[in-house]
T-cell receptor, first 113, second 110 residues
Framework: DAGVIQSPRHEVTEMGQEVTLRCKPI?????LFWYRQTMMRGLELLIY????????DSGMPEDRFSAKMPNASFSTLKIQPSEPRDSAVYFC???????????FGQGTRLTVV | GQQVMQIPQYQHVQEGEDFTTYCNSS?????IQWYKQRPGGHPVFLIQ?????EVKKQKRLTFQFGEAKKNSSLHITATQTTDVGTYFC??????????FGPGTSLSVIP
């Protein structure tokens, strides 16, 4: 298995633009997580899905952020409009049902200028 | 919600010295996980502890879960430059939700 796949790896965008981050979890995993990592705030859980259903989105910063999981093999995190303070590394991770560990993707480094 | 704190935030050691990071919670934990993130990389799972007083070893790494299940530690014996990175403790809650501590960043001076 190729592991959790995220795209793009790097994204540079201008303030006000829409940004879409993509994630393909490991096949067979039924939990999917979106994390944001910054120096100041560490590794924050934004939202997580179980069997494609959003279970807890309390970590989503504000209405500019939205996440979807239309099927078991794909998820998106969208920021609209983007702001410089959204600059961070965004990780997607997946976990098998009843499993132990979360498997992380390589991350998307987002820079909003 | 459940939160875990870690100390120290940063640690610089000479190669060959030992290193310990501590994870603490104000509430009883059902489990504790440890992850390592190399610079520029992504978190990678190391281990999970679930039993009170549990001790597990992986080569030079020793993981402990406190008797009260409110704290945990990771100890590295004789650090090497390959140990450089940030070590996170994390808690897996219901629905497989994984919450991470702030991490301890380890630097190893050759």
């Amino acid at each position: 298995d190729a592991g959790v796949i995220q795209s793009p790896r790097h994204e540079v965008t201008e303030m006000g633009q829409e940004v879409t981050l993509r994630c393909k979890p490991i096949s067979g995993h039924n939990s999917l997580f979106w994390y944001r990592q910054t120096m100041m705030r560490g590794l924050e859980l934004l939202i997580y899905f179980n069997n494609n259903v959003p279970i807890d989105d309390s970590g989503m910063p504000e209405d500019r952020f939205s996440a979807k999981m239309p099927n078991a093999s794909f998820s998106t995190l969208k920021i609209q409009p983007s702001e410089p303070r959204d600059s961070a590394v965004y990780f997607c991770a997946s976990s098998p049902g009843g499993g132990t560990e979360a498997f992380f993707g390589q991350g998307t480094r987002l820079t909003v200028v | 919600g459940q939160q875990v704190m870690q100390i120290p935030q940063y640690q610089h050691v000479q190669e060959g010295e030992d290193f310990t990071t501590y994870c603490n919670s104000s509430t009883t934990l059902s489990n504790i996980q440890w992850y390592k993130q190399r610079p520029g990389g992504h978190p990678v799972f190391l281990i999970q502890l679930v039993k009170s007083g549990e001790v597990k070893k992986q080569k030079r790494l020793t993981f402990q879960f406190g008797e009260a299940k409110k704290n945990s530690s990771l100890h590295i014996t004789a650090t090497q430059t390959t140990d450089v990175g940030t070590y996170f403790c994390a808690v897996k809650t219901s629905y497989d939700k994984v919450i991470f501590g702030p991490g301890t960043s380890l630097s190893v001076i050759p």
